[in-house]
């Protein structure tokens, strides 16, 4: 689990949700762009995780991919959540690539991996949860106009 060290806001935020079949990326940030929590948890997680992050959190909306598998997703979590959630469906076109690249933002090489051109580095773990984080960016800078 990735959680920041900070206290929770006490403005509400956003959940980022990349659905997948077997694996799904989870995030929570702030309005202000401030990342609260990402993680990968496996599929069959991602409604009881999505409810616990709710009661740590003042979520205020959901944001998730519109690709795959995101209709049954988005049915899925509008029957199964306790407390319904507006859920939005943003564009995910590209956001695998544009995470591989964020990655070595958030986590750079160390020692020889460093020197080796970004193309041939192996990230060494599944990145869904990068996927989450820039899905709450793009409907920020949609909702917002806020741009890096």
């Known amino acids: 689990m990735h959680t920041s060290s900070i206290d929770p806001p006490d403005q509400p935020v956003i959940l980022g949700f990349d659905p997948g079949r077997q694996k799904c990326g989870i995030a929570v940030m702030g309005v202000d762009r401030r990342l609260l ?17 709710r009661q740590q959190y003042p979520i205020s909306i959901l944001v998730m991919g519109d690709q795959t598998s995101a209709k049954e997703w988005k049915q899925k979590i509008t029957s199964e959540l306790v407390d319904p959630l507006r859920i939005v469906l943003v564009d995910e076109r590209y956001s695998t690539l544009e995470a591989r690249d964020r990655y070595w933002q958030m986590y750079p090489p160390q020692g020889l991996r460093r020197l080796f051109p970004k193309v041939i580095r192996n990230i060494p773990r599944p990145i869904d949860d990068i996927v989450a984080i820039l899905l709450i960016e793009r409907y920020l800078e949609r909702l917002l106009g806020i741009r890096d």
């Open 37 to 53: 929590y990402h993680q990968v948890i496996p599929a069959s997680d991602a409604i009881p995780t999505i409810q616990t992050l």
